[in-house]
């Protein structure tokens, strides 16, 4: 008879959220692969527990040479359990693989339920979260970042990102370029824990703040785009609207940036517009 692997939740701050089978499934486990031992020491020890089977490693580095060995001890009847430092296991963290291996040969994968840094930060943000889609970290150069920003420019429902602290606000002046300054978001840092902070507001204001510098634990929650309808400004009302702001004195790189935040549009498209109609009188005859 074949094992069972275990996906076990583990708190993303306060220790005192950890699901109450965690305990049990730490004493019981065969086998019990964490993303970073030392971290689970700490935490068998708040929890009072102590492992009875094997504790090995099993993170990013060496994700793909441990596998076949779990999945070994697994087809062998053991239990294995899979704990990563914080929140589910395969949400950003090590853990694809194991399943998908795992599923191929038709052993048992279940669950203990636990924190979720994803789900935290969509119920704290104060947008829509009837639909949402996680997209977990945008890529570190700026061209791959603002590619794949693009790619999901009209996405309708809420997303949710991770994102490091010192590229927070790279990240967030990107996502103002390509989803608008006027588009709503939270900035989501150190949940569950003692300095827990949610900073609600147009991508724009957000990202003025975070150029001061943040810290901790980042999840970003944005607003999807907005529904386009009959109402939607035409290029035409885009560019008239920018011509009233420069002939009132506004720059019209200013002009266009709040042109954009009142449609809620993406600036490039009202800069677009302008380029356009621009081009479009000096071809005239």
């Not at 975070?210 to 907005?226: L, S, Y």
Request: charge should be negative; include cysteine.
């Amino acid at each position: 008879m074949t094992g069972t692997l275990v996906l076990a939740g583990t708190p993303i701050g306060d220790v005192a959220d950890a699901p109450p089978r965690l305990a049990q499934e730490l004493a019981d486990a065969d086998v019990v692969a964490a993303e970073d031992t030392r971290r689970l020491r700490r935490l068998t020890q708040a929890l009072g527990v102590q492992p009875t089977g094997r504790v090995v490693s099993y993170f990013e580095g060496n994700e793909a040479a441990r596998t076949p060995e779990l999945v070994e001890a697994l087809v062998g009847g053991a239990r294995v359990l899979l704990v990563t430092d914080a929140g589910m296991p395969s949400v950003s963290d090590p853990g694809y693989r194991l399943v998908a291996a795992a599923v191929e040969k038709d052993i048992k994968v279940t669950a203990v339920p636990g924190p979720s840094a994803v789900l935290t930060a969509l119920a704290l943000s104060g947008l829509p979260v009837d639909r949402f889609c996680f997209e977990g970290f945008l890529p570190r150069k700026a061209g791959e970042r603002l590619s794949r920003l693009r790619e999901v420019e009209g996405e309708r429902r809420t997303m949710v990102y991770f994102e490091a602290p010192h590229r927070l606000d790279d990240t967030l002046a990107a996502m103002a370029e390509v989803f608008g300054d006027g588009r709503r978001a939270a900035v989501c840092r150190e949940l569950t824990k003692t300095y827990e902070e949610v900073k609600r507001g147009p991508l724009g204001e957000l990202a003025a703040w975070a150029a001061e510098g943040v810290r901790g634990e980042i999840t970003v929650v944005v607003e999807g785009a907005p529904e386009k309808g009959a109402e939607e400004l035409d290029a035409g009302e885009l560019v008239r609207r920018v011509r009233v702001r420069e002939e009132a004195g506004e720059r019209r790189k200013e002009a266009i940036a709040a042109v954009a935040a009142e449609a809620k549009i993406p600036k490039r498209d009202v800069f677009d517009a302008v380029v356009a109609a621009k081009n479009a009188a000096h071809s005239a005859p």
